[in-house]
């Protein structure tokens, strides 16, 4: 478990950086490695040449808009967002779907933008970025550009970075007035991927009824899978048999595939479930945060 | 007076070092070695057309790279069959290095040697091996159908089978008033040590001596191993077992292909050589252990007591069966567990696949008895609509029925089945009421009004522990008055610094402090056996006590002698020996230290006090005809046949009724390992084993795809539990039944925490669920297909 020889450099501005990656298109860009490294040192791939981005002190930085929502930059660790009481309270869903990234020694060096780079349908993170309609900001030495989450994955470990670019910043939205949210997965160990995880958005009318309803799926799909269960909860109330069809609704946008973990019908039945418990969790959360608009 | 140190929690003094990271393992040994990597198969099953390693020899950096065509002598002869039987016909080892054909992913091909693993991992690359493919034989069920050949040369890809029995068991079932019969599988897992494998080799050319530092459960087994294979004699090598991370059975085995190949490379480059087996390189080629199929018949009455059982089973010994048949002996006779059965058989084949090998791993065949005995004894509760406990109680050896001989059984140590001591029934009155056992029906019932699904299971097991042949002590006072200690038997982290030196402290009468105990190191004690079998509390512990006990009577007799009294009035307290009730007359340990070793030469003020012209009668020798110099003793302790330890474990499990994931919401165990030396330590090995049988129950499996390829060989997807997936707190009760074959009444406490886990966690689950678990390790996905299998016929069982 050694990796194979390969050069490396850490530049300490992004301009340096972005030219040493437009000279050698074979080279990675190394954040917080929590992917990239073991795969070389399984020797699974091999990377000639690694860019090192972690001193460069202007991709550090996290920037709370009320109102507006959430920018992070390339090496901002999972922690350090998960811990953000600023950017927590502008988006809840952060902190709650961060909660289940790893454990706390992979969340002090993985950094989200890198996981949401690295395009696994399996990370909570991706799917963060699509429920909530964020962006991703890539750079190279033509200039900068904004993706959306729905443009940006497309396909299994697959985004539409064009060679060059260098991912810079991630935004994620705030949650609006009168919205709620809701995380929660299922895996086989504490910190493990998850053999299926959802992320619910509800929002309500001025009245407490759903006005509409998101969730997205983790392990479930190729790529993050953003479903709109408004539908199914046509009267504005949660109702059970809202629940039982908006996860009925769910598994036909899903791919749930078997592993030596679980079967496809076991994945299925936890999308199911988590749909009900997520959807639920939200809606509760969105009334609690009305209210508290209220009060406020 | 000192405080008796025996059955004190006295806190473990190699913990301050080991997880400060101040251990030092083979890896940490001479930083500078050349450094070994290996070519392992990427196939299953293949004929080795050709391997090519033109390629390797212009990597700069690369010393050597050897293949079965280098291996000359002995090395060129297969690894050796450890322990051979009788019943073992077609028992088949591999070569250090494949010669002409392989039969696992992950056996050595080639080995490189290189100045750092980097650059030998590089070369390995480069190596090109031409196959023919072979089909593989995977699991239990390819094994028996028998379409294609691991061995071609062994037919049905039976290595052995064999058979066992007392009484008339088909007659008495077929008799009996009530029959059943079960099918019943268990899968494999592994041992997943810390450290992995590790070999450090150094050769003296000027000596003409082999120095080697290995992570091993048996030093001196090694070392007869690498002076055989490397045709040096015993004298000229040396084996040093440093801090070993952990061993739980995948180290006994030995030589490894590597412990062989890496003194033989140190030997011919003239310069230190090392290998680190990496984790991938664990799963895929130390040994695995656990697979069996398993079938039962029992016939019994209408108070549940077994009137005659017979079982079959297949076992899934691997490609290769170095460590013989041990795993299925055990099994098969350690099914048994407390009861009393009239009339037994018990026969089984052990089976090749083309699959890593299995050899013990912590429990060493006992989980796969204990399942198949105590999922039998449920069943016959279900059966007959009886309490569980009490169906087991009507089964139970008493008190009065010890020594109890299980017919004309034998043992895994070739000796009778005979259990030596034990308290059953008192040992499941504790564990009902540790677990709140009658209690439970009632939390049941409740919980299912509120829509949960809560189960209780119980299992109990007897493990045969302190296996023989023997091991030794040494005790040696130095005139400092410190007591050096050694043992043979090499330690994984067990505490034996700590254990050894309670037993040295309280025989001696020397405090605690003062006692250094070295063990696995071939220069000190040549003769010793290894460290498995819940054997080094027993065995080392038992000869330590026997030597100290040597020493102590030395120096009361020289005591006698220099303070002029009779050595029956003579006590040692911290290391003083006085006369009892006139404490000014008294000698120090480290002096008579100095007076047991007559010498010609004073080197400081303490050692004047031995030199010829100071001391000694000039009429007498120095030294008496009888006599020796020094102070110290040493013995031997070699027991006529195992003890046996024994316990109960309950669990309760609530699963949930949309996800089916498996919650622990208690875990309780009765112990009995005799005499306890430390509870403290006894306590952990408790933590350390259920931890682990629930990784075995529910999380950990080696997931073999249909061509022999480990799909999981890594920590990501074998799921061994982290600390949040095991039981916060474990309830622990101690029975304390001493053992009549040793000195100090001790019996094994190693392995036991994780014998019963795969019974007693089916067991829970299927109260919980309402139908029958025969299938073992069980995940969430498992659970929830058998639920959809079981909808349409469910019915809830009532008994328990």
Redesign the interface.
């Known amino acids: 478990?050694?990796?194979?020889?390969f050069t490396y450099q850490r530049p300490t501005t992004l301009t340096q950086a972005l030219a040493a990656y437009a000279a050698a298109p074979e080279a990675k860009v190394l954040a917080g490695g929590q992917s990239l490294i073991p795969l070389m040192s399984?020797?699974l791939t091999s990377v000639p040449e690694l860019i090192d981005i972690n001193g460069i002190e202007e991709l550090s930085h996290i920037h709370v808009e009320r109102g507006q929502g959430v920018r992070f930059g390339a090496i901002v660790r999972h922690a350090q967002l998960h811990g953000h009481a600023e950017a927590r309270e502008v988006q809840p869903l952060l902190h709650a779907a961060l909660s289940h990234v790893a454990h706390a020694t992979i969340r002090n060096r993985g950094t989200t933008v890198g996981s949401i780079v690295h395009a696994d349908a399996s990370g909570e993170m991706p799917m963060v970025l699509s429920l909530l309609g964020g962006t991703l900001t890539v750079a190279s030495v033509e200039g900068r550009r904004e993706i959306t989450a729905e443009e940006l994955f497309i396909g299994p470990l697959e985004t539409s970075l064009q060679a060059g670019e260098i991912a810079v910043e991630a935004f994620v939205p705030a949650l609006p007035a009168r919205h709620g949210v809701a995380f929660d997965e299922?895996a086989?160990?504490?910190?493990?991927?998850a053999?299926c995880g959802v992320g619910a958005i509800v929002g309500l009318d001025p009245d407490g009824a759903i006005e509409h309803v998101r969730a997205g799926y983790v392990s479930v799909s190729e790529t993050p899978a953003v479903v709109d269960l408004t539908g199914c909860f046509p009267d504005g109330r949660l109702t059970e048999q809202g629940l039982k069809d908006a996860a009925d609704l769910a598994l036909t946008h899903l791919e749930p595939e078997a592993d030596?973990?679980?079967?496809t019908?076991?994945r299925a039945?936890?999308a199911r479930?988590l749909t009900t418990r997520v959807v639920a969790a939200a809606h509760t959360d969105a009334g609690a945060r009305a209210n508290a608009e209220v009060t406020a | 007076m000192t405080t008796k140190l025996m059955g004190e929690p006295v806190a473990r003094v190699e913990d301050d070092r080991l997880v400060t990271g101040k251990g030092r393992y083979a890896d940490d040994i001479m930083p500078g070695a050349l450094e070994m990597a290996v070519l392992r198969s990427p196939h299953a099953h293949a004929r080795i057309r050709s391997i090519d390693v033109d390629a390797v020899l212009d990597v700069p950096g690369v010393h050597a790279v050897y293949t079965y065509d280098d291996l000359e002598g002995p090395m060129a002869e297969p690894l050796p069959l450890l322990i051979p039987h009788p019943a073992l016909t077609h028992g088949r080892t591999q070569y250090a290095l494949a010669k002409d054909e392989v039969n696992y992913v992950g056996e050595a091909i080639a080995v490189v040697v290189a100045d750092n693993?980097?650059l030998a991992?590089?070369a390995v690359?480069r190596i090109e091996v031409e196959y023919d493919f072979l089909p593989p034989v995977v699991g239990i069920d390819a094994a028996r159908a028998a379409e294609n050949l691991v061995h071609e040369d062994v037919p049905g890809n039976v290595a052995a089978v064999m058979e066992q029995s007392f009484g008339d068991a088909e007659a008495a079932i077929a008799s009996a008033p009530h029959r059943l019969s079960l099918d019943l599988t268990v899968e494999r897992s592994a041992c997943m040590p810390m450290e992995g494998r590790g070999t450090v080799a150094r050769w003296d050319e000027d000596l003409n001596r082999m120095s080697v530092w290995t992570s091993t459960q048996t030093s001196t087994g090694v070392r007869a191993a690498v002076a055989t294979k490397l045709g040096l004699d015993l004298g000229q090598v040396d084996v040093v077992t440093p801090d070993v991370g952990g061993g739980f059975g995948v180290k006994i085995v030995h030589p490894w292909p590597e412990e062989l190949l890496v003194p033989m490379a140190a030997k011919a480059l003239r310069r230190p050589v090392k290998f680190t087996e990496?984790?991938?390189e664990h799963f895929i080629s130390s040994a695995h252990e656990r697979g069996q199929q398993q079938h039962i018949e029992v016939g019994f009455d209408d108070e549940g007591r077994v009137l005659g059982m017979s079982v079959k089973f297949w076992h899934d010994n691997g490609a290769y069966t170095p460590y013989g048949l041990i795993v299925p002996i055990i099994t098969s006779t350690q099914l048994l567990g407390p009861y009393k059965l009239p009339n037994y058989r018990v026969s089984f084949e052990s089976l090749y696949t083309n699959t890593v090998i299995v050899t013990p791993y912590r429990g060493a065949g006992r989980p796969q008895g204990v399942y198949a005995m105590e999922r039998t004894m449920d069943a016959i509760a279900a059966e007959l609509g009886m309490d569980r406990t009490e169906v087991r109680e009507n089964n139970f050896i008493q008190p009065e029925d010890f020594p109890y001989a299980h017919g004309e059984l034998t043992f895994q140590d070739g000796r009778p089945l005979v259990y030596d001591s034990g308290n059953y029934p008192e040992m499941m009155r504790k564990a009902r009421a540790l677990v709140d056992w009658p209690a439970f029906e009632k939390f049941r019932d409740e919980a299912r009004k509120e829509g949960r699904k809560v189960g209780i299971g119980i299992a109990c097991y007897v493990e045969g522990t302190g296996v023989g042949p023997y091991e030794g002590g040494h005790v040696h006072i130095e005139t400092s008055g410190k007591v050096k200690v050694s043992t043979g038997l090499t330690t994984q982290g067990q505490g034996h610094q700590t254990a050894f030196a309670q037993i040295v402290a309280d025989e001696l009468g020397v405090r605690f402090e003062d006692v250094e105990v070295v063990t696995g190191d071939t220069r000190r004690s040549p003769y010793s056996v290894g460290t498995f079998a819940s054997r080094a509390a027993v065995m080392s512990g038992s000869a330590i006590a026997l030597a100290a006990r040597n020493a102590r009577a030395k120096a009361l007799r020289l005591a006698a002698d220099a303070l002029e009294a009779d050595v029956d009035d003579l006590e040692i307290v911290d290391g003083i020996v006085r006369v009892k009730g006139a404490p000014d007359s008294q000698i120090a340990l480290g002096t008579l230290a100095v007076l047991s070793n007559p010498l010609r030469y004073a080197f400081d003020e303490a050692s004047r006090a031995a030199t010829q012209f100071a001391v000694g009668d000039p009429s007498k020798p120095p030294v008496a005809e009888d006599d020796e110099p020094g102070l110290e003793g040493k013995d031997y302790y070699s027991p006529p046949r195992s003890t046996f330890a024994s316990g109960i474990h309950a669990v309760i499990v609530e699963t949930d009724p949309?996800?089916?994931?498996i919650r622990i919401l208690k875990y309780a165990v009765v112990h009995d390992c005799g005499t306890l030396i430390n509870p403290r330590i006894v306590e952990g090995q408790v933590h350390g084993g259920v931890a682990q049988g629930v990784g075995g129950a529910l999380?950990e499996r080696m997931?073999y795809d249909e061509t022999g390829q480990l799909?999981?060989a890594?920590f990501?997807?074998f799921?061994m539990?982290?600390v949040?997936?095991v039981p916060e707190t474990i309830d622990i009760d101690h029975l304390e039944t001493p053992s009549p074959l040793n000195p100090l009444g001790i019996k094994g406490a190693g392995e036991a925490g994780v014998i019963p886990s795969a019974a007693v966690f089916a067991a829970a689950i299927e109260d919980a669920e309402g139908f029958p678990i025969t299938a073992m390790p069980i995940?969430?996905?498992e659970l929830?297909?058998l639920r959809?299998t079981h909808s349409t016929t469910s019915h809830e069982r009532t008994a328990s």
């Open positions: 478990m050694k990796p194979a020889a399984m020797r299922i086989r160990r504490h910190g493990d991927y053999l030596i973990h679980a079967t019908e076991y039945q936890l479930t | 693993r980097y991992e590089d690359g990496d984790r991938r949309e996800t089916a994931e999380y997931a799909q999981n890594s990501m997807d799921l539990p982290y949040t997936e995940s969430p996905s929830y297909a959809l």
